[in-house]
Nanobody, 116 residues
Framework: QVQIVESGGGLVQPGASLRLSCLTS????????LSWFRQAPGLEREFVAG????????NYADSVKGRFRISRDNAINTMYLQMNNLKPEDTGVYFC?????????WGQGTQVTVAS
């Protein structure tokens, strides 16, 4: 049974930093690529960043390039998202996605609010 738990969100001011974590279990972590998505109120869920199974390849949405950094630690089945220079438009619920075969598995999300 795939389990995904995101954490690390919060309320911060513009320009601040946050580090999100995604702790997983129930599958072979080092065999799958992973992604972060986010969803703002009233909008569709959107891709933020992705990382290959070994961590050697990453990609980012244009809106977060140069500010966010995705990483993973295969020894502890955890993925991270370091978010720097946060902007109000980064506000939303951030989700970890684990795609296994044709199935997308999601956590419950962690709320990030950027406001002054």
């Amino acid at each position: 049974q795939v389990q995904i738990v995101e954490s690390g969100g919060g309320l911060v001011q513009p320009g601040a930093s946050l580090r999100l974590s995604c702790l997983t279990s129930g599958f072979t972590f080092s065999s799958v690529s992973l992604s972060w998505f986010r969803q703002a109120p009233g909008l569709e869920r959107e891709f933020v960043a992705g990382i290959s199974n070994a961590g050697g390849l990453t990609n980012y949405a244009d809106s977060v390039k140069g500010r966010f950094r995705i990483s993973r630690d295969n020894a502890i089945n955890t993925m991270y998202l370091q978010m720097n220079n946060l902007k109000p438009e980064d506000t939303g619920v951030y989700f970890c996605r684990v795609r296994i075969g044709a199935t997308n598995n999601w956590g419950q999300g962690t709320q990030v609010t950027v406001a002054s």
